[in-house]
């Protein structure tokens, strides 16, 4: 047998082998639930105001984002604020000055 023969059976061998697993890998993702698309927590909207003449005087770009807040169970859970005075407390003396 010659070198081009080999050559053509181990490309054979390779392509099939690769052919196999795309195969398999495609039948295992489709069994696996498709993620739920996320709705768009923020929306945006452009003013223009122009002249009469056509010309643009002014453009304003207003964004808009909504939040959610925690539930009241999740907030109870949560350790309460640091105040300031405890922060202050907490503060190392200042060094004496050498004269």
């Known amino acids: 047998m010659n070198a081009k023969l080999w050559v053509c059976v181990i490309m054979g061998v390779l392509v099939v082998h690769l052919c196999v697993i ?3 890998d495609n039948v295992r993702t489709q069994k696996l639930p498709q993620p739920k698309l ?3 927590n923020f929306s945006a909207s452009t003013t223009t105001y122009t002249n009469p003449d056509g010309k643009v005087l002014k453009m304003e770009h207003e964004f ?3 939040t959610t807040f925690a539930k009241p ?3 109870g859970k ?3 604020p640091p105040s300031s005075q405890a922060a202050e407390s907490a ?3 200042l060094p004496a000055t050498a004269n």
């Open 64 to 66: 808009t984002v909504e």
């Open 38 to 40: 996320v709705e768009p």
């Open 91 to 93: 503060k190392p003396p």
């Open 73 to 75: 169970e999740v907030l």
């Open 22 to 24: 795309m195969i398999v």
């Open 78 to 80: 949560l350790p309460s």
